[in-house]
C-alpha cells in the first residue's frame, strides 16, 4: 500500500499523448463505417420521439463492438496493457444495450422537459465533441468519431439513455459512466486536463435529467 | 576514412590551437572526442555511460510511421556511440518496436541488449524471456534484470541458472522512484547480481548514501533509470540559461548537464535517457563526451539546480 502511495497517476501512463492521438488517426480508417451508424442513429432518433425507434439499440451496440473491437482491441490494447480489459467492458455494454429493452409504456414516458439534457448531450457529441481536442492543437484527422472513438460513443450512449424512461434499460448507464471517468483519468495523466470535461458533461445531463422528471412528477 | 575518423583528426589538430572555435567546430571537436567507457566490475567489460530507455517512449505499438520513426531513433543512438538499450515486458509494445528497428538497422553489434523479467510467477520467468528475446530478435541478452524485485528471489534463480548456461552475460534487479532500497540493499549484500538499477538525477539523490557505496564496495555496476524524472527536470530550466562554468567540462545544454551529473559518479556505470526524437538522442548522447565534472563541481551543479 505504502508503495502504491508513492506512483502518481502520471506513473501509471505508459504511453504518451502523441500515441494516443495516432490511435484516433488510425482508427479513423474506418470512417466509411462511422458515417454509416451516425445517419442510422440520426434517422433512428428522428423517426420517433424521446428515441424510442427499436433500431436505436442496435445501431448503438453496434457502435460499441466497434469500438471494442476496432479501438480498443485492434490498437489501445496494444500500447495500454488494460486495452483488452476495456474491449471487454465495450463489449458487455453492447450486450446491454441488446438486451435490455424498455417496455415504452406511457406511464414511464419521460416528460418531455426532462428529455432536454439527453439531446442537448447527443447534440454535443455528435457535433461538438468530435473536434474538441482541436483546440489543444490535435490534427483534424484525429477528430473523435461517433463508432470510433469511445469518448463520443459513450457520450451519445448516455445521451440515448437518458431519453429513455428510467426502466432496466438504465442499468446500461453505470458502464459509459464509467469510461467516461476512465477517460478523464487518462487525459488528466497524459497532462490534459480539459478531460475531465467528459465526464463532468455526462454527469451534468444525467443530474439536470432526474432533477427535470422529479420537479415535473410533483 | 569515416566520418568520426576524419573528426578525430580533426580535433587533435584543433586542439593544439587555443583559438576560440565556432559553433561547427566546438560540435566537431565534441563528437571527435572519446565517449566515456566504464567497466562492468563483475567482468571488466566497458560499456558507454550513456545507454536508453524504452519506457513510454518506444511503446508505440504497430503504428508504422512511429516505428519508423523509432527506428532513426535507434540509428542517432548508435551512430553516436551508443551501446545499452533497457526495456521490460510491462513497457507494452517497446520491446516489439525496439526489434523491429534493430532489424531495420541490421543489428548493430554494439547493442547490450538489456531488459527485465516482470511476473509474479517464478515459473513464467522462462517462457517471458524467450518471448523478450523473440521480440527483440536477439539470441541472448547481455543482461537480464528482475523488475522492480518483482518475485526475485525465484527468478534470480532461474537468471543465475541462465549465466551458469552461458544463456546471459549478468543478471541485476531493478527498482525506481526511491522505492524499497532496504530490500534492494539486502539483495546486494546477500545475491551475487551484476547489476543493479535505480532512480538518480541531480534532484533524487538517496541512493548516494547507501546504495551506490555499496555497489562500489560489492563490485556492482549501477544504472541510474529516469535520470530527468520522466523530463520533469528539463522542464524544469525552461529557457534559463547554463551556468558558463559548465563549458568547462564540455557542457553545452541542460539535458546533458544533468546526464553529466549522474555519470560523473565514480559508482555509476551508465545512465538511461529516454527520448523519442532523434535530436534530444543527439543531444544526449553527447553528454558522454567532452569531459566531466569532478567531486566538487558536481555539488556545485546540484546546488545551482536547486536553486532554481
Ligand atoms: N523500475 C524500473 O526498472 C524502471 C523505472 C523507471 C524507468 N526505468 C528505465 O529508465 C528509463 C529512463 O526513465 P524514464 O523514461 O522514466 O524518464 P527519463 O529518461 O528521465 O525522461 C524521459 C523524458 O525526457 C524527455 N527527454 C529525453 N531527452 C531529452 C532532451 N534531450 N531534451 C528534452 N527532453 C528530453 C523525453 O521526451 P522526448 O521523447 O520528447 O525526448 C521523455 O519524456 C526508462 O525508459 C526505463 O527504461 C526503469
Known sequence: MGEWGSYDLSDLLMFSADSYVRLFERANRLWPLALLLGVALVIGLWRRPAGASPSLRWVLASAWLTVAISFHHRLYAQINLAGEAFALLFAVEAALLVLLRSSARPAHATPLAATLPGWLLITYALLLHPFFWFAVGRPWQAAELFAIAPDTTALVTLGWLLLRPMTWQWLALPIPLIWCIVSALTHVAMREPLGILVPLLALLALGARLVIAAWQRR | ?308
Request: with cysteine; proline share 6%.
Open chain 2, 1 to 308: 576514412m569515416n566520418r568520426r575518423h576524419f573528426l578525430t583528426g580533426l580535433g587533435s589538430g584543433l586542439a593544439l590551437t587555443a583559438l576560440p572555435l565556432s559553433g561547427v567546430a566546438a560540435d566537431a571537436l565534441m563528437i571527435a572526442s572519446p565517449a566515456l567507457r566504464k567497466p562492468i566490475p563483475s567482468s571488466g567489460e566497458r560499456i558507454p555511460v550513456i545507454g536508453m530507455g524504452s519506457w513510454i517512449t518506444f511503446n508505440v505499438g504497430d503504428d508504422a510511421a512511429a516505428r519508423a520513426q523509432r527506428a532513426e531513433v535507434l540509428r542517432a543512438f548508435f551512430a553516436d556511440g551508443g551501446g545499452m538499450i533497457d526495456s521490460s515486458p510491462m513497457y507494452g509494445s517497446a520491446e516489439a518496436v525496439i526489434g523491429d528497428g534493430l532489424a531495420r538497422l541490421g543489428h548493430p553489434s554494439e547493442l547490450f541488449a538489456a531488459t527485465k523479467v516482470w511476473t509474479s510467477s517464478g515459473d513464467d520467468g522462462p517462457d517471458e524471456i524467450a518471448r523478450s528475446q523473440a521480440l527483440w530478435g536477439v539470441e541472448r541478452f547481455h543482461l537480464l534484470q528482475v523488475h522492480n524485485l518483482l518475485a526475485w528471489e525465484a527468478h534470480l534463480a532461474t537468471l543465475q541458472a541462465m549465466k551458469a548456461d552461458g544463456r546471459v552475460r549478468y543478471v541485476g534487479v531493478t527498482t525506481s522512484h526511491g522505492r524499497r532500497h532496504a530490500e534492494l540493499e539486502q539483495i546486494m549484500r546477500t545475491q551475487p547480481i551484476d547489476f543493479v538499477q535505480a532512480t538518480y538525477n541531480i534532484v533524487d539523490r538517496e541512493v548516494e548514501q547507501r546504495i551506490l557505496p555499496l555497489a562500489a564496495e560489492r563490485g556492482i555496476a549501477f544504472i541510474a533509470n529516469r535520470p530527468f524524472r520522466r523530463g520533469a527536470l528539463i522542464e524544469r530550466v525552461g529557457q534559463r540559461p547554463l551556468p558558463p562554468w559548465a563549458a568547462d567540462f564540455g557542457c553545452r545544454d541542460w539535458p546533458g548537464f544533468l546526464l553529466k551529473f549522474i555519470v560523473s559518479h565514480p559508482a555509476v556505470t551508465c545512465a538511461i535517457p529516454a527520448t523519442s526524437r532523434v535530436d534530444h538522442m543527439h543531444e544526449n548522447m553527447r553528454a558522454m563526451r567532452g569531459g566531466m565534472p569532478d567531486a566538487a563541481t558536481r555539488e556545485r551543479m546540484a546546488a545551482q539546480f536547486a536553486a532554481l
